[in-house]
């Protein structure tokens, strides 16, 4: 049994709470949340804490807050020697305070409130700075997740970086096609089966063996086409960009 | 019952001729392929055809070859005034010969040989010049999919642009996604959830609001960290291209 207390009230800890609640393994002591209410649908309310000076021993402290205040939060712990790690792909493990052991517990996927995750599937990368703590993160990890990953400062940097580009800016390309067909009175519910055949196809494929399209063909007369059509300057740009930067990938096959 | 001729043996016609054999109100008269070993699993081989002349009569032709090659094919056919269409998102109704009744007949998914599709599901676009015409189209194509719109020419090289942007740009993005994995040394597995995630979300809310992200925040320390990070120009070149974009959309909201 692996005692957690956990900080914050947002999406991840939130989905943190649930997924803990349903581990067998697990005991969440506390949770600390600025606002209470915030979680009293979760939760017990005795449970709940708003003064760093209530929290009780645990075997491990999750500090699930915006990454701005992590470092706050980790300074204002009224204790020392325990293990107290973030959630947060982008900050490094320093902005954690040097009197407690610091460590990761990053869950790589996109969290918001009023979507349902299950958990079981969602990559867990964990660091920590010696093998006891790693064991307790993993155990933790394990618990509600079956795919847990040792991943080093850099690596997760690399991940976070990568995920923008995946995430991110894949849906920024959705809504370039939803702007698209918009103007041109198309339902965007049209492309919706091509979205996820798109990401599913990877689950097989390489994405470079994966590649289609005009670009890929250097079929330069819709290339023409397409940019002819597009009135908007800024998607004509992104459209350029990106149809040359997949030409320059082919010459790689 | 409608009797088809299909002429092409790509992905596209494969694809066709499976869908078309389950269902009970569509006769496939015969398939045209200039090879007619590439079908010989696929159909009775009595079918198969290479040679223009040998075509029998049918209430609709499809013509599923490369975009390139439409005109010609269209041209060689030895008859006139039947309908003959095409299965192109790029390709103008006019590529096709005038002496026969045009049309479009176009299944806006992304199919590979490897790759079963579910045709159920796949959008079909359709298109032709009398609504006698449309309605065979429309029987056809609801008989192999429960998705069916009316698509004019305009709105078509609409869907196709927005297509590029959602599946050939998206997965150059995971392309990208899998070299900066590469580089790291972190397996490229670990973004796969999210990668579904991404798509997923967009099935329950518009892409605009379900952006996330260091550009969407206008979080620059992040930003800056992350194009530091990057060793790729080309990558960068994306990074801040995407960024900006991302930035003056958020001004829309
Ligand atoms: N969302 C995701 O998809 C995702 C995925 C993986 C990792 N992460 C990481 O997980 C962490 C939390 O992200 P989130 O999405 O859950 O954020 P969020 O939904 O925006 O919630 C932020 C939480 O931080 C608290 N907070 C902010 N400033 C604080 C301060 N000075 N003192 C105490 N608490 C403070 C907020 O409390 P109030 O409600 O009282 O303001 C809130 O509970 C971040 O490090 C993030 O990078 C997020
Ligand atoms: N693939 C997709 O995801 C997709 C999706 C929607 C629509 N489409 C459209 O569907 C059509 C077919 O695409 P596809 O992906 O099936 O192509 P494909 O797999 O590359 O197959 C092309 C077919 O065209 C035939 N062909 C090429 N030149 C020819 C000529 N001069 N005379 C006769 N036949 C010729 C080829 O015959 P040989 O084998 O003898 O060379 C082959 O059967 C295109 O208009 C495409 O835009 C494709």
């Known amino acids: 049994m692996i005692r957690i207390t956990l900080l914050g009230s947002g999406n991840v800890a939130q989905h943190l709470i649930k997924a803990f609640t349903k581990s067998e393994t697990i005991e969440i002591v506390q949770v600390y949340s600025r606002k209470k209410e915030n979680l009293a649908s979760l939760i017990d309310f ?129 809504q370039i096609g939803h702007e698209i067909c918009e103007e041109h009175q198309v339902p965007f519910e049209i492309l919706k089966p091509l979205i996820q055949e798109t990401a599913e196809k990877i689950n097989t494929l390489d994405p470079i063996y994966a590649q289609t399209g005009p670009a890929k063909r250097n079929d330069s007369t819709t290339i023409d086409v397409h940019l002819d059509y597009l009135s908007n300057e800024n998607q004509k740009n992104i459209y350029k960009i990106l149809t040359q930067s997949i030409q320059n990938n082919g010459k790689k096959l």
């Open 46 to 174: 005795d449970k709940i804490v708003n003064d760093f000076e209530e929290l009780k021993e645990a075997d491990l402290y999750i500090i699930a807050v915006s990454d701005k205040a992590i470092a706050e939060v980790s300074r204002q712990l009224p204790f020392q020697n325990r293990i107290v790690v973030h959630t947060s792909g982008a900050a490094s493990l320093d902005v954690l305070d040097v009197k407690n052991r610091k460590g990761v517990f990053y869950p790589l996927q996109t969290f918001s409130k009023s979507k349902e995750i299950d958990f079981s599937t969602v990559p867990m990368c964990l660091e920590a700075e010696n093998t006891f703590d790693f064991k307790v993160l993993e155990t933790a990890a394990k618990s509600i997740s079956n795919v847990v990953h040792a991943i080093n400062s850099d690596q997760r940097k690399a991940l976070h970086v990568a995920a923008v580009f995946v995430n991110n800016f894949t849906n920024h390309l959705y």
